[in-house]
């Protein structure tokens, strides 16, 4: 009988060890990254589907950019560190989900063509930034939109939750905000004249307006424009990670280090990646200028984080 007695008090306890687990928040994502990628081998990372060419899905559905290969230098710096592989696994989010997906440890970290707000800074941390960009806007060829005055009382095409939408609201608070659920929806509606210009990075913008991807690019660079010269925000692209997460963070951050300074040092690994996406045969080439920016950008963060071995 003792015996039984003790068995039945032992599943007990089990039994209300799990339910208390499930029970009380936080305790289930007590777990870091670090410590869940060991366990699993799995990196989960959220990136955009539409974000050309930074992150978006390619002709075959497979998703594809700037920041997913930032994503693999990450994977490959997880396997030497933890000496076993690590699959990446890629999951597709909008604007609206990447903060919620981080904060509920659905995914452990975002990488697509997010910036850098205090207000998201509440609730995760930031990497290095990799790339700059800032908020412009597409709108049709005649249109003499650009000027914050020009805005007031214009239909103005945001996705929530991101920069743009901040940088037009505090640009002109007079325009009339129109929410859309992804960029290809934008784009409709701008070609079908239900909102007067659409505010996204200036850098995705342009790349839309020139994609070799696409046959209908010649029309798009007659009708379209992205205006205005100077953006109405700049902010640096960066990955966003669970707070109290310093060794991931560390990791994801000595990763960006060595990919700039390699490319700054001109090493052929780095410099392939790179061009891949922003270089003469890139799928959106950089003029001189912006790449030089984009140079100076990398050895801004390089010197300035030295201590990094």
């Not at 901040?166 to 929806?185: C, E, F, G, M, T």
């Not at 984009?294 to 984080?305: F, K, L």
Request: aromatic content about 8%.
């Amino acid at each position: 009988m003792l015996k039984k007695l003790t068995f039945s008090y032992g599943v007990a306890i089990a039994t209300l060890s799990l339910l208390l687990t499930a029970a009380i928040p936080g305790v289930a994502s007590a777990e870091t990254v670090m410590q869940k990628v060991k366990r699993t081998g799995v990196l989960s990372a959220g990136t955009s589907k539409d974000a050309f060419p930074f992150a978006y899905k390619d002709n075959q559905g497979q998703l594809i950019g700037y920041s997913v290969d930032m994503l693999n230098l990450v994977q490959q710096q997880l396997e030497k560190e933890l000496g076993k592989k690590v699959q990446l696994e890629l999951v597709a989010l909008s604007p609206a989900e990447r903060i919620a997906n981080i904060v509920n440890r659905k995914v452990d970290i975002v990488c697509d063509a997010s910036s850098f707000t205090w207000e998201r800074d509440r609730s995760v941390d930031f990497s290095f930034s990799y790339g700059a960009t800032g908020t412009k806007l597409l709108v049709k060829k005649a249109s003499n939109l650009g000027t914050p005055q020009s805005l007031i009382s214009k239909r103005i095409g945001v996705l929530a939750k991101t920069t743009n939408e901040n940088a037009i609201k505090q640009v002109q608070p007079q325009a009339k905000l129109i929410y859309l659920k992804d960029r290809a929806q934008a784009y409709t509606a701008l070609q079908q004249g239900k909102i007067d210009g659409f505010a996204d990075d200036g850098i995705l913008l342009e790349a839309w307006l020139g994609s070799k991807q696409n046959l209908n690019s010649l029309n798009r660079l007659n009708n379209f424009k992205v205006v205005p010269d100077h953006p109405y925000s700049r902010e640096g692209i960066a990955c966003m990670v669970p707070e109290n997460n310093s060794d991931f963070l560390d990791t994801v951050n000595f990763t960006f280090y060595g990919f700039m300074q390699g490319f700054v040092n001109n090493e052929s690994r780095y410099v392939t990646i790179f061009d891949r996406w922003f270089g003469p045969r890139g799928a959106i080439p950089l003029n001189r200028d912006l790449r030089e920016l984009a140079v100076e950008t990398m050895r801004i963060v390089i010197d300035s984080h030295q201590d990094i071995r």
